[in-house]
């Protein structure tokens, strides 16, 4: 049998992404950008609804506003990463202080995205977020230069 005789998917499975966000009419925006290149399984206003979202549906990532009520996303990043359910994270913000950006990296995730720059910057934070690679908004990079690795 050569490589020919075997059937190969025309596409590769669409990554499968769970979105935490407490404002609605942003977390719409976020569903919208994903959903071209994504599966969102689920979309939810917290991160208590994130963690509980997260255990059921085991999203490939989750992307994750920082403040949020009820459990904000720094804790909810944390919990998910000790239940050991190996989504990669990608935080969206509005947070640029450098402490946010290293807080969010300790507490697991991958990519850091300002809002501001959704359009712009999520897709390609999620591109190297799933092959691996630290992504920060480059427009902090000056302010924060993007880790060679991140330890998890």
């Known amino acids: 049998m050569s490589y020919k005789d075997i059937e190969m998917p025309l596409t590769l499975p669409r990554l499968r992404v769970l979105v935490a966000e407490d ?7 976020v569903v919208s950008v994903l959903s071209k290149e994504c599966d969102v399984i689920g979309a939810v206003p ?8 997260a255990r059921t549906l085991h999203p490939d990532l989750v992307v994750i ?3 949020m009520p009820i459990m904000g996303g720094i804790e909810a990043a944390t919990q998910l990463k000790q ?3 190996g989504a990669r994270i990608v935080f969206l ?3 640029e202080d450098n402490d946010c950006i290293r807080a969010c990296l300790a ?9 501001s720059r959704l359009g712009a910057d999520l897709l390609t934070a999620i591109h190297n977020v799933m092959a691996g690679r630290p992504y920060i908004s480059p427009c902090l990079a000056p302010r924060c230069p993007v880790p060679e690795t991140v330890h998890h």
């Not at 404002?23 to 925006?29: S, T």
């Not at 917290?46 to 979202?53: H, P, Q, T, V």
């Open 83 to 85: 239940l050991g359910l």
């Open 46 to 53: 917290d991160g208590a609804s994130l963690i509980e979202a």
């Open 65 to 67: 506003d920082v403040s």
């Open 107 to 115: 507490a697991g995730g991958l990519g850091y995205v300002i809002k």
């Open 23 to 29: 404002y609605d009419a942003m977390r719409e925006r």
């Open 93 to 95: 913000t509005v947070h």
